[in-house]
């Protein structure tokens, strides 16, 4: 028996989803064809476009669907970067978060490198929370020099809400487009596009029940956005390329699904991470939850006053190596995560712990749990046994390694 | 399993043995090539998915854990310092004693698991009466890698496991096939695998500066000059420039490295006869030797065995040995291992050789 613990990293398929696309893929047409085969197909996309929108806030004109959220986050970072440039050369900074998904931190560091971009990380604080102060005084420095700013809804590893809102405003105060990842808030935390002041955002369909391999990058009517794939204009030329029809429906039956059934997904949600949390503080004492602390749940459903995300427990465990818990958890059966991309298959120090002070001999031995829908008790109770004696051993792998 | 071949069927024997078995592959370069040139350098990324897909065939559990920051100490610092102090080192000797059957061992045994299996040509014979276990040469003279493995004592044996010593390597790759396994035909990894385009020299040289100096014969008159002294070995031949060709018309070789003075000593072919051979910080792979132990002596990795007699045995963990006949260029640095016919009866890092002059 496995428990899946791991829904950060992916989620399984709502079989709505799946009978969505499979319907799909039985027809054929490109949905750039003239022809009834072409419109027909056309018609499922633009049905997609409209609901998707429609469920986010966003009119369908600044829905541009891509191949997932890695490429949303490129396609914001660098067409917003080059368009901005372009009309001012003088816009060279990016400001973002120290805690971005690499999916925007790599692309950022490739302007840097190769486009001439200067890049400003916003320090966070010991629960990975954005200094807003940080980013107005940038603003204030130098308002003309900057190309755009990017920050995260909410952080993929540890769970932290960014106030979205403030960083929204003050940017738009000064003039700066902002882009915001929104991956792991979508479907957890109210996301509405066109309240929340935001120039462009990401969302993805594998975090929230679709399939992988689609996204979407929404996009504030009027934005200029330089293209980062060039081809047949499809998306008003903003992205070029044969749309894929059944998982963009795929994607809108689960983005609406993962909407409409929201509170009721996190009150439950909350409730299991709560007590994945006690039950992990018990079987391990000094373990250390990250990130923003619990407060047990607000009166109107807002868990932790809207700080965390309430499907994700990340911890870290003094004296244990990141890897032998994830081998002694897997063979458990009990699937998680280190929290932290991989290069080759070997974890690295996780650059968001970094960034929120967690000491680097406590970062290697990081642990992320995440919940979704599909979770249940017994996923929970599975982690909670199997953590203890897992982290013994772990410990004693640490410590005959002389790492600790 | 380091994505090679023999690894890959070690590990099907493993589970074929009926042991509960999850493939690892070291992660063991700070900054991993992404693919393979041929036959040199190990453990870039496409070796990492070459391994991964054995595992898959195999369908055993499959990890990558990362030991470089524990190799470039133990393995790649100590290769440099060995140089820097004239010696020639053996590093697949030091990552056997002091990476896969150290640190990964006592991590897997910590971790619950109960031996590191691997691909090398070796055999692990258990005695049935005394349960004594001890290392023996493959089956395949031409692959043998006992030579690598004579540094590990009996309480690291315990915990090893190879599976390919009764086979010949060319059965090893035919097994690959017919199991299904896709690096059945990959070409061997041979030289250093920590040195990618195989250029020790130049490697060295990078690492620890190379800086010009005399080559000088014994009697100390300088015949040339060499570009740095690491990266010479003791019976090299070729690469020295010489001014001056030898009086009597022969080649010389290269016979001690002095890295204090940046000196290198060449001379006769004479000069490099070995008549015995002293190592220091035995170990012993069983019972210790004896004086008087007539023994198999083999100073190199793929060097002939040559008949001798333990001489010394020291409370300082020396031994030494005479040889039947001599043996030409001895390196201070590398392994003496010795055997009583297939077994291995132990090692030494080599210290000082004995000259016939």
Redesign the interface.
């Known amino acids: 028996m496995t428990a899946y613990l791991d829904h950060a990293a992916t989620t399984p398929m709502l079989p709505e989803a799946v009978a969505a696309m499979a319907e799909q893929l039985a027809q054929v047409g490109n949905a750039s064809s003239l022809h009834s085969s072409g419109r027909r197909v056309r018609r499922v996309v633009e049905e997609a476009r409209e609901r998707l929108g429609a469920a986010l806030g966003a009119a369908p004109s600044e829905v541009v669907f891509t191949a997932g959220g890695t490429e949303a986050d490129n396609l914001a970072v660098k067409g917003l970067y080059w368009s901005r440039r372009a009309q001012d050369r003088r816009r060279r900074r990016i400001i973002t978060s120290a805690v971005e998904h690499h999916a925007v931190l790599d692309a950022v560091e490739w302007l840097a490198e190769h486009e001439g971009a200067q890049v400003v990380l916003l320090p966070v604080d010991g629960a990975g929370r954005v200094r807003t102060s940080a980013l107005q005084a940038e603003l204030e420095a130098e308002p003309d020099g900057v190309a755009l700013v990017s920050v995260m809804w909410a952080n993929n590893e540890v769970g932290t809400v960014q106030p979205i809102g403030e960083i929204a405003d003050i940017a738009r105060r000064h003039g700066v487009p902002v882009h915001s990842d929104a991956v792991q808030a979508v479907g957890h935390l109210p996301v509405d596009f066109a309240a929340s002041g935001l120039d462009c955002l990401t969302v993805t369909g594998h975090k929230l029940g679709g399939p992988v391999g689609v996204g979407a990058l929404l996009v504030r009517r009027g934005l200029e956005l330089t293209p980062v794939l060039h081809g047949g204009g499809q998306e008003r030329g903003i992205r070029s390329g044969t749309l894929d029809a059944p998982a963009a429906w795929a994607f809108a039956v689960a983005v609406e699904i993962a909407v409409a059934e929201r509170e009721a997904v996190t009150a439950r949600l909350t409730e299991l991470r709560d007590d994945l949390v006690a039950g992990t503080l018990e079987a391990v004492t000094d373990a250390q939850l990250s990130g923003p602390v619990l407060n047990g749940g607000s009166p109107d459903g807002g868990a932790d006053g809207g700080s965390r995300l309430p499907g994700i427990a990340h911890f870290t465990f003094p004296g244990c190596e990141g ?2 818990l ?3 958890l ?2 458990q059966g009990v699937e998680c995560s280190t929290g932290s991309a991989c290069q ?4 690295q120090p996780s650059h968001v712990l970094l960034a929120m002070g967690v000491p680097a001999s406590r970062v290697r031995g990081a642990l992320r749990f995440s919940l979704g829908r599909t979770s249940t008790v017994d996923d929970v109770r599975a982690a909670v046994t199997a953590i203890g004696p897992a982290v013994e ?2 410990r ?2 640490g ?4 790492t600790s | 399993m380091s994505g090679g071949v023999d690894s890959a069927v070690a590990a099907a024997r493993a589970v074929d043995a009926g042991h509960d078995v ?1 493939g690892v ?1 070291l ?1 063991l370069a700070r900054d ?1 090539a992404s693919t393979r040139t041929g036959a040199r350098g190990c453990c870039t ?1 496409e070796d ?1 998915r070459d391994a ?1 897909r054995a595992a898959d065939v195999l369908g055993i ?1 499959f ?4 030991l470089a920051e ?1 190799f470039e100490r133990d393995v790649v610092e100590d290769f440099v310092a060995e140089y820097a102090a004239g010696r020639t080192p053996n590093p697949c000797v030091r990552c056997n004693e002091r990476i896969k059957f150290s ?1 990964l061992l ?2 897997a ?4 698991f109960d031996a590191v299996c691997t691909g090398h040509y070796a055999r692990l014979v258990d005695d049935a009466g005394t349960g004594a276990r001890s290392l023996h040469r493959a089956v395949d003279p031409g692959k043998d890698q006992s030579y690598v493995l004579a540094v590990l004592p009996p309480e690291r044996l315990a915990h090893a496991l190879f599976p390919l010593g009764d086979t010949p390597k060319a059965a090893v790759r035919a097994e690959a096939a017919a199991r299904g396994i896709q690096v059945a035909a990959k070409p061997d990894s041979h030289d250093i695998c920590f040195i990618a385009d195989g250029d020790t020299r130049r490697w060295l040289g990078a690492r620890l500066g190379s800086r010009p100096g005399p080559i000088v014969d014994t009697d100390g008159a300088v015949l040339g000059e060499h570009g740095g002294a690491h990266g010479f070995t003791v019976g090299q031949r070729h690469g020295l420039r010489l001014e001056r060709p030898a009086p009597d018309g022969r080649p010389r070789y290269v016979l001690e490295i002095q890295p204090v003075s940046n000196t290198v000593v060449v001379g006769a072919r004479d000069a490099l006869t070995v008549t015995g051979v002293d190592g220091e910080a035995a170990t012993w792979c069983g019972p210790a030797a004896s004086v008087g132990d007539r023994v198999g002596v083999q100073v190199r990795a793929h060097g002939e065995e040559v008949p001798g007699t333990v001489d010394v045995v020291g409370p300082d963990r020396g031994v030494g040995v005479r040889l039947d006949r001599p043996l030409t260029g001895v390196a201070r640095g590398q392994t003496l291992a010795l055997y009583d016919g297939t077994r291995v009866v132990g090692s030494a890092t080599i210290g000082g050789t004995r000259r016939v002059a």
């Not at chain 1, 080759?344 to 974890?347: E, L, T």
């Not at chain 1, 410590?399 to 002389?402: D, S, T």
């Not at chain 2, 990890?63 to 990362?66: E, G, L, N, S």
């Open positions: 890897d032998s994830l081998y002694l897997d063979a080759a298959g070997v974890p051993r772990a004693r792998a410590l005959a390694a002389g | 999850v592959h992660a991993p990324i990492a991964r559990p990890y990558v854990w990362d524990r640190a006592d991590k045994l910590a971790l619950g």
